[in-house]
């Protein structure tokens, strides 16, 4: 158990449809990472905060957001969902910060676009 | 833009044979670190190199981090089933503002 929680663990929704992800990251860690992690791409980075501003951008679209909380947990907006956006999201936390390669991964939330 | 590149993509052994994985980049990392991960679940840490040519073993795996800092190799001696997964490795650039990188990972099957 990394100390990283995340909810829901499955979600199926249909097209269009918007949905949120929540996680909660360790104690004491101040960032939180969002991924994406399909068959055919691999661990995509999405986005970053730390102590509660956004520190560095990935592969995001338009129609995802996300946000961290005075508390440090986050959540992960999806909207206008598309059949391309299944996958496995993950989230995770670090201690420090800002480039921080250790990372402790939530076990992840399967999203299913139908 | 920095990549991770590893290889093999695929690797199939059988139990107690002994292999070695490979994370290659033509970047600089500050730091860099190999995860394992089972399928449906998160990743998890296994290891942090932070100095060139350094070496860090892990019961029967043997982690190094290139002296030129841009590469690594895990090694893992008489494989045992339990070792089946994806091993990713992961770059930590130079700044506190730099993004980590993901390689695509080695997945491993361990044939008992």
């Known amino acids: 158990d990394s100390g990283v929680t995340q909810t829901p663990k499955h979600l199926i929704t249909a097209t269009g449809q918007r949905v949120t992800l929540r996680c909660s990251p360790r104690?004491?860690?101040?960032?939180v990472y969002w991924y994406q992690q399909s068959l055919d791409q691999g661990l995509q980075f999405l986005i970053q905060y730390y102590n509660g501003e956004e520190r560095a951008k990935g592969n995001i679209l338009e129609r995802f957001s996300a946000q961290q909380f005075p508390d440090l947990h986050s959540e992960l907006n999806l909207s206008s969902l598309e059949l391309g956006d299944s996958a496995l999201y993950f989230c995770a936390s670090s201690p420090r910060g800002l480039g921080e390669g250790e990372q402790y991964f939530g076990p992840g939330t399967r999203l299913t676009v139908t | 833009t920095q990549l991770l590149e590893q290889s093999p993509q695929f690797l199939s052994i059988q139990e107690g044979e002994n292999l070695t994985v490979y994370c290659n980049s033509s970047?600089?990392?500050?730091?860099l670190q190999w995860y394992r991960q089972e399928p449906g679940e998160g990743p998890v840490l296994l290891v942090t190199?932070?100095?060139?040519?350094e070496v860090k073993k892990l019961k029967r795996l043997t982690f190094q981090f290139g002296d030129a800092r841009k590469d690594s190799s895990l090694h893992i001696t008489a494989a045992q089933p339990g070792d089946t997964g994806l091993y990713l490795c992961?770059?930590?650039?130079?700044?506190?503002?730099?993004?980590?990188?993901f390689g695509p990972g080695t997945s491993l099957s361990v044939i008992p």
């Open positions: 970047s600089v990392f500050s730091s």
């Open positions: 190199v932070v100095t060139g040519g």
């Open positions: 104690s004491g860690d101040l960032s």
């Open positions: 992961a770059g930590a650039g130079k700044t506190s503002y730099d993004k980590v990188i």
